[in-house]
């Protein structure tokens, strides 16, 4: 698995419409990621010396410019007297809500 942006964390792999070719791309990045995860519990069961490792695909929305469904989103931060208007710190979008997808890959060292 490589790395297609230096700017970003190690684990972003790229940013997707949310629309069918978008989500056509993600489904391919799961079958490649479910593919290496059974490939290293091969690895893991001829040699159990080695330390299995796990890969997980991390979904993350963005509202982008002139998203209707933004308004929710400010609403939620004006109730909860963010001082970011608009945007919380930690304010996770909703797939279903989201203009486009950013896609990481997460790999977890099993014991």
């Not at 479910?34 to 490792?53: A, C, F, M, T, V």
């Not at 929710?72 to 909860?80: F, H, I, L």
Request: charged share 30%; hydrophobic share 35%; with cysteine.
């Amino acid at each position: 698995m490589t790395m297609t942006n230096n700017a970003r964390s190690h684990n972003y792999r790229f940013t997707t419409t949310n629309d069918t070719v978008g989500h056509d791309k993600i489904a391919q990045l799961r079958k490649e990621i479910r593919i290496w995860n059974l490939e290293e519990k091969i690895k893991s069961l001829k040699d159990p010396n080695i330390i299995r490792h796990t890969a997980k695909v991390d979904l993350f929305g963005r509202l982008g410019k002139n998203n209707p469904n933004a308004q929710c989103y400010r609403d939620s931060a004006k109730k909860n007297k963010n001082r970011w208007f608009g945007a919380g710190a930690y304010q996770r979008i909703a797939i279903a809500d989201a203009a486009t997808i950013d896609v990481y890959v997460r790999v977890i060292r099993n014991r």
